[in-house]
């Protein structure tokens, strides 16, 4: 069994990143809309498979019964209350937010036993295009797409069930790298660099986006 995690923040707080001083252009009903997209070609992509959604803003009644009844594990950090869990999410450093809400989905799997054979990660908002190819995944590697020999695409990734819980321990010792606001991409890199059952898809991975700060159209 295949368990793919979409992280999402659907309503972004006009708080800058330490990049950029917008964190999205598209507001709250575009972001929804988009991610209804990633939900719906995770369905056609990937078989075997539960959805598992880990949101941090406050929903619509509505938009969070859509979660629901479209996907297998539905989490929101907003419910927990806790405000120093939720804070991480809006400081300016990415990967905080983003190793965060990993850090909580992981964790959950581990503390509810729930196996599975295959960890795929996705972006929320973005969507698995026709280049995505279904056998390339399915080994016994983490396999990945460089951005450059510095940074690693982090929008799709899959990891092997033991290689999931120790990106998971890996993440738990990442805080100074968090603070910093060192690239996410950065940061998965470093971890790959540990483990040597690895694999880059040679062409692209099949993942797009559009970038939330600025809207350009990005295509792995």
Known sequence: MNITLITSIINTPPIPLSYTNTRSIYNKDER??????TIATIKEKIPSNKIMVVECSQLTKEESEFFKENTDIFLNLCDTNDMQ?????FTQ?????????????LHHLFT???LFNNLFKISGRYWLTNEFNY???INNYA????IDEENVITSLYKLPFLQ??????YLLFSEKKFIK???YERIFLDFLQTIEEKKEVDNKIGIAGNIAVSGELKNF
């Open 32 to 37: 929804f809309e988009q991610t209804k997209k």
């Open 85 to 89: 869990l939720i804070n991480r999410m």
């Open 93 to 105: 450093s990415k990967a905080m937010g983003e190793g965060t809400m990993t850090i909580f989905a």
């Open 112 to 114: 509810s036993g729930i």
């Open 135 to 137: 056998e390339e995944f």
């Open 143 to 146: 396999v990945f797409k460089y």
């Open 164 to 169: 999931t819980k120790q990106w998971y321990n």
């Open 181 to 183: 606001a060192i690239a």
